[in-house]
């Protein structure tokens, strides 16, 4: 007994080693907020063998940029360096408007999200890829490591306890905590949840895919009025919802597709139809034109349904592996970061392996459930834009966006990364 608690002691004062699993926004994010701690060291993995441009245009709502500045300046500065001022000016306000799209209400404004002075779009790639020059040393990712399991190793007599996550090259590492960012198909909730578990996979239940497209600037100046570039305009019909973002410093427009596969009378028939979009309102034409002009990237849209818990062991989720949610009020990303802020401040006080337990209970009581949250809002906002004409209550539209909105973004941060320490100080 004297002995094992001997070695106890002599394991606290090593560094922890801490695997990241997949290099998104949650995993990067993470990785910055961790290594801050001296006695964590901490490694990321990541499946691609390079961060590639995947994934599609961001708007960054003001809880992202609250929870960048917990999580470490330098993200912040970097999201400043990759990103595009939305608007001409830094002073000027600006929100992502919903719109409706279709129908006797066409052109009426429904809600303004996320509005702040001087907001910014940035791709997902090319933000990470900020991230990952300017914040992580070289030497701490691993690209081409696409891990295929994870497994936890009970403590023995004279074995201390270990988690160990193969990959797909045949390589094994040993930790002693391990994160999953690694994206909705999430080979960490697996293990988490177990593979039987209700909400272990990913889930579509009102049938959404996207159609996205980028199309260099000049073009969408020229198909569109002057408002929507500069503008997040978001166009609600019966189908589906459409918008356009500026990306890559503004060289770029971005227009992504949401339709409603189950709302399609051809509903059997996959892929994208534009002469169903064609009866809707000019812009929303105009949009679907540009949409069209190259070969359209297309994906069936996820979310998760409610996980009991974000941790087993020392193994936890993050980001979309945890809570994916579709992007109908733009705040995954958001979550993500939120989720690395929350672990950031609660890690910086962890010394030992014995205190990750806490660590990782006060993070799963304090963002499971708004994150949950978060998502249950956005399958909300999802159906209200794709009300059918004669469904649509413009009042109750605006009240319920107006509440999620502020679910969402008015959030005290700081308060919300103290709770947590809190509940770890009472806890070890
Ligand atoms: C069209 C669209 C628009 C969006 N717009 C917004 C927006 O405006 N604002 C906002 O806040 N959010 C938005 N989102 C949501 C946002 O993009 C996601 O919530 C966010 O990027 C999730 O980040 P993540 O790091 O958790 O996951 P991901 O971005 O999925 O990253 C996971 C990473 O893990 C890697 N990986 C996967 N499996 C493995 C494995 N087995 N081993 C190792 N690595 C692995 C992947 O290659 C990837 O690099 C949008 C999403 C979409 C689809």
Same mark, same amino acid.
């Given at each position: 007994m004297i002995q094992t608690n001997m070695s106890k002691e002599k394991v606290s004062h090593r560094k922890l080693s801490v695997a990241v699993i997949g290099a998104g926004i949650a995993g990067t994010c993470l990785a910055i907020g961790l290594s801050? @701690?001296?006695?964590l060291d901490v490694h990321l993995y990541e499946a691609y063998p390079n961060v590639g441009v995947r994934g599609a245009g961001l708007a960054l709502h003001g809880n992202a940029i609250k929870a960048m500045d917990i999580v470490s300046p330098e993200i912040k500065q970097t999201y400043f360096r990759k990103? *595009?001022?939305?608007? @001409? &000016? &830094? &002073?000027m306000e600006m929100a992502t408007q919903i719109v409706v799209?279709?129908?006797? *209400?066409?052109?009426?404004? /429904?809600a303004e999200l996320g !509005?702040?002075?001087g907001r910014r779009s940035v791709h997902r790639a090319h933000f990470i890829q900020g991230l990952l020059e300017d914040? /992580? %040393?070289?030497? $701490?990712v691993h690209f081409g490591k696409r891990m295929v399991s994870v497994e936890e190793m009970e403590e023995t007599g004279v074995t201390p306890s270990k988690i160990i996550a193969t990959f797909a090259d045949g390589t094994t590492g040993e930790f002693d905590v391990l994160f999953g960012s690694?994206?909705?198909?999430s080979t960490t909730r697996k293990f988490i949840l177990g593979?039987? =578990? %209700?909400?272990?996979d990913a889930v579509n239940h009102d049938g959404w895919r996207c159609f996205n497209n980028l199309v260099p600037m000049e073009d969408a100046k020229n198909a569109l009025p002057a408002e929507s570039i500069e503008e997040v305009r978001m166009f609600c019909t019966p189908l589906g919802y459409i918008n356009g973002l500026p990306v890559d410093l503004g060289q770029t427009y971005s227009i992504s597709c949401y339709q $409603?596969?189950?709302? !399609?009378? @051809?509903?059997d028939t996959s892929g994208f139809d534009a002469s169903t979009w064609g009866t809707f309102c000019p812009e929303v034409t105009s949009l679907i034109s540009l949409l069209e002009k190259e070969p359209k990237e297309s994906w069936k849209m996820q979310d998760h349904d409610h996980? %009991?818990?974000?941790?087993?062991g020392r193994v936890a989720m993050i980001g979309d592996a945890a809570h994916a949610t579709a992007p109908h009020a733009g705040n995954g990303a958001a979550q993500a970061i939120e989720d690395a802020a929350i672990l950031t401040r609660v890690f910086a =006080?962890?010394?030992?392996?014995?205190q990750v337990d806490a660590a990782l209970k006060a993070f799963d009581q304090v963002r499971r459930p708004r994150s949950q949250k978060v998502v249950d809002i956005t399958r909300n906002f999802g159906r209200l834009y794709s009300q059918d004409e004669e469904e649509r209550d413009i009042e109750s539209m605006r009240r319920q966006m107006r509440e999620g909105g502020m679910y969402t973004n008015a959030v005290d941060m700081e308060a919300q990364a103290q709770a947590a320490v809190l509940m770890f100080m009472k806890a070890i």
């Open positions: 801050q @701690n001296p006695l990103s *595009h001022f939305m608007a @001409n &000016e &830094e &002073e799209g279709s129908g006797q *209400h066409a052109g009426t404004l /429904i !509005r702040a002075k914040c /992580i %040393p070289k030497d $701490r690694e994206g909705v198909k593979a039987d =578990h %209700p909400a272990a $409603r596969d189950d709302k !399609r009378s @051809n509903s996980a %009991p818990v974000y941790y087993r =006080h962890v010394t030992s392996k014995y």
